[in-house]
């Protein structure tokens, strides 16, 4: 029996602290200070070449027209966003509708929409009173009872709100459609059996529980949409980015006028980040346990660890549990 006897170090409950390593990574270093590098090239690029005339950037940043062409950017940003999503809610249920008429008329919109470039419907919409010189409300092959010139009718700003706005819907019928299919079939069934009709059930169960896929790809697309509108200058509506083309048309400073339209193109996509962020946030309620920290609570959370750092444990806290010779295994 005594053969068996390991010695004070093979005590039960007395263990070691475990001295851990570790492990290196030389490339991170490498990798971190060609970045830092490449950076401070940058920067001093951007600082020092006269090119740039900052002076200038400053001087024109809140210019009166660069402030109308931004709200011009907004304007068309919103309108075509909201007729995008209704038209694209509107083009899902008539995809997914059991009528071949609907789902066909559907499937061919978005062919169409999808398949032809947004600038060429743009140009299109613009010079629609070359192909119909008035349009009129009455009877089909018969008389009518109110018509106005196509021109008129459709101004500049209604024919970029059209080609935006239209080709919009194309694409978020399919986001939709995709966020209506993620939804378990039992779903469907289920308010079938509790006789809701397909109205209610699409309003009241699946699109709720559809946004939680809708959402993330909706905001991508508000984003393009942001900067798409920079395609109507190709029909002379001055917004953000014509307006600076406008400016620099006249003083020759392109490359001032260019930063200016890129800064405010950068402030409006990260204020549309953020909301996005907390509107995912909003419909992750119902699928995740516990919701991610907001920015904010990130950076309270970093100050606050770094004020009060808590002391270490020691290695071997929660072993001895009985205490004395007789408190481990026995």
């Not at 409950?13 to 290196?24: D, M, T």
């Not at 200038?56 to 709200?71: A, E, M, N, Q, T």
Request: aromatic share 8%; net charge positive.
């Amino acid at each position: 029996m005594n053969s068996l006897h390991k010695g004070p170090e093979a005590t039960p409950g007395r263990h070691e602290a475990i001295k851990a390593v570790p492990v290196r990574h030389p490339g991170r270093w490498v990798g971190a200070a060609v970045i830092l590098l490449l950076a401070a090239m940058l920067i001093h690029a951007i600082v020092t070449v006269p090119a740039f005339k900052w002076d200038l950037v400053g001087h024109y940043l809140f210019d009166d027209r660069i402030l109308h062409g931004l709200v011009v950017t907004l304007e068309l940003t919103a309108l075509a966003m909201v007729m995008g999503v209704l038209g694209g809610i509107l083009l899902a249920v008539m995809r997914l509708s059991p009528n071949p008429l609907l789902s066909g008329t559907a499937w061919v919109y978005i062919w169409v929409f999808r398949g032809t470039p947004v600038l060429v419907q743009l140009v299109f919409w613009n010079f629609l009173g070359v192909l119909w010189a008035r349009l009129s409300i009455g009877i089909p092959f018969g008389p009518s009872f109110w018509s106005q010139e196509t021109n008129v009718l459709i101004p500049t700003f209604v024919a970029a709100l059209l080609g935006l706005g239209l080709n919009e819907a194309a694409y978020m019928a399919e986001i939709v459609r995709g966020g209506i299919q993620s939804v378990d079939e039992g779903q469907h069934e289920a308010s079938q059996a509790l006789g809701m009709s397909r109205f209610d059930t699409m309003r009241r169960i699946i699109l709720p529980q559809a946004m939680r896929v809708i959402i993330p790809p909706t905001g991508n697309e508000t984003i393009s949409m942001l900067k798409t509108t920079s395609l109507v200058s190709v029909i002379a509506l001055e917004e953000l980015f014509r307006a600076g083309q406008n400016i620099y048309s006249r003083n020759f400073q392109s490359i001032p006028l260019l930063i200016v339209v890129s800064l405010w193109y950068l402030f409006l996509t990260s204020i549309l980040t953020i909301g996005q962020y907390y509107i995912e946030r909003h419909y992750a309620r119902g699928s995740n346990r516990a919701l991610p920290p907001t920015p904010l609570q990130r950076m309270r959370g970093l100050f606050q660890g770094l004020r009060s750092k808590p002391a270490p444990k020691p290695a071997d806290a929660g072993v001895h549990g009985g205490g004395g010779e007789g408190g481990g295994l026995g």
